[in-house]
């Protein structure tokens, strides 16, 4: 059974940082790809950056320069490192992972696996 459990969500003031994890268990294709995305209420969940099956990351471009993700590929865990938050950053932040066999695409319905979310609140 896959499972992905993500951490390191809570409450910081805007300009702050945070790092989330996500550590993925019960699926061992070595070529998976894995992704974060937030959905604040009222919203649609947004890509905001992944890994490829090759360990290349990709960015949208409302994260990027702010936003960086890495993969620790021996623990299987996702990191997101979110600098300089915003008050509009404030969601619930999601992990998620597939196959990705056309490489990665941050679009949620391209995932099958996901996690249950961390919240990040951002305060002015």
């Known amino acids: 059974q896959v499972r992905l459990v993500e951490s390191g969500g809570g409450s910081v003031q805007a300009g702050g940082s945070l790092r989330l994890s996500c550590a993925i268990s019960?699926?061992?294709?070595?070529?998976?790809?894995m992704a974060w995305f937030r959905q604040a209420p009222g919203q649609e969940r947004q890509g905001l950056a992944g890994?490829?099956?090759?360990?290349?990351?990709k960015y949208s471009d409302s994260v990027k320069g702010r936003f960086v993700v890495s993969k620790d590929k021996d623990k299987d865990i996702l990191y997101l490192q979110m600098n300089a938050l915003m008050p509009e950053d404030t969601a619930m932040y999601y992990c998620?992972?597939?196959?990705?066999?056309?490489?990665?695409?941050?679009?949620?319905?391209?995932?099958?696996?996901w996690g249950q979310g961390t919240q990040v609140t951002v305060s002015s």
């Open positions: 019960g699926y061992n294709y070595n070529k998976k790809c």
């Open positions: 998620a992972s597939d196959s990705c066999p056309g490489g990665i695409w941050l679009e949620p319905i391209l995932f099958g696996y």
């Open positions: 890994i490829d099956g090759d360990g290349n990351p």
